[in-house]
């Protein structure tokens, strides 16, 4: 090849070739070893990449997340709902269409490719507060990190807040002898936006009370429901059980008889924050109670979390 020829080949490659899309990978959760410890974030949350790079993201829990790309001023849909019209497969987002996987858990993943420059929200629509953000720059751009970056920061980032969670959880008790905290939970943030952590346990699994008594079930996580079930779980989780009423200071109520009775609390969780120009929220309810007129061995669940481990015994004595 002569030397012409050989600058001619340089400068068609220069010129003419195609800039390589990259594959960026991103996480999303972390849980410990047996699963009580929930880490509801993507991570890292924050990603610089260039127009035409995909993201592939692996979930690495068993809490459910979604991976949603809702398009500006998009009314958020229910998670189960998702976005109307997108089938779950590999996705393409530039802001006009949204993108939604269904929840997903350990070992599923899912890729989008971002063709457009912009600054895109990553939301899960299980959590509210579990957000990020993709920063799509054009291919000129320099990019801040790589790959190994991202990966570090991730796996940092899971153990800080694994090891925050294990600190809440050592410092959690209920107020009360007859009261059951209902997991423990914090929100934190980052310039990309709002990790949460979740203990999915009933902080005193077992409870030993006398007939007659009231317990008192509590959540003070910011924004993960929990549900206080005896005997049948119902198909809808979110309301509570006919046998369940509310006392003067907005507490809910049951009284259980018998083993062999059902008794379903709704979601027991706070209500999200309020913000300027929206309708203020009404308060969620946080308390459950139940009264116990009977000896015996009730075994209950947390009907989203049983299958972490959430689950909890109240033991009546004469
Ligand atoms: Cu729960």
Redesign the pocket.
């Known amino acids: 090849m002569n030397n012409s020829i050989s600058r001619f080949a340089i400068f068609a490659l220069l010129t003419f070739a195609p800039a390589f899309a990259a594959d960026w990978h991103a996480t999303v959760g972390a849980q410990d070893e047996n699963k009580g410890r929930q880490v509801v974030a993507f991570l890292p949350n924050e990603l610089w990449i260039h127009a035409g790079d995909s993201i592939q993201w692996n979930v690495k829990a068993d809490e459910i997340h979604t991976i949603t790309f809702l398009t500006s001023g998009q009314v958020r849909p229910p998670f189960d709902a998702g976005c109307p019209g997108f089938s779950f497969g590999a996705a393409i987002f530039d802001g006009s269409t949204c993108v939604s996987t269904p929840p997903m858990v350990s070992g599923q993943s899912f890729t989008v490719e971002f063709p457009s420059v912009g600054n895109f929200k990553l939301v899960c629509l299980v959590h509210p507060d579990m957000t990020g953000v993709v920063h799509v720059l054009d291919t000129s751009a320099k990019l801040p990190h790589g790959q190994e970056f991202y990966d570090k920061q991730a796996a940092s980032q899971a153990n800080d807040l694994l090891t925050d969670l294990a600190q809440l959880q050592g410092h959690h008790h209920a107020a009360s002898d007859n009261g059951v905290a ?2 423990a939970g914090k929100t934190l943030a980052n310039a990309g936006g709002h990790d949460t952590i979740s203990l ?1 346990r009933f902080v005193k699994p077992e409870l030993v009370i006398h007939m007659g008594a009231t317990v008192e079930w509590t959540n003070d996580d910011p924004s ?4 206080i079930t005896f005997g049948t779980e119902p198909a809808n989780p979110i309301p509570p059980s006919g046998n369940v009423s509310v006392d003067a200071d907005g507490a809910l109520h049951a009284t259980i008889a018998s083993t062999s009775d059902s008794v379903h609390s709704g979601f027991i969780v706070s209500a999200p924050q309020d913000e300027i120009g929206s309708p203020q929220t009404p308060l969620g309810p946080t308390r459950f109670r139940i009264t116990f007129t009977n000896p015996g061995v009730y075994p209950y669940i ?4 049983d299958d ?1 481990g ?1 689950k909890g015994t109240i033991i009546v004595l004469p």
């Open positions: 209902v997991g999915m993960m429901p929990h549900t947390c009907a989203l979390h972490l959430m």
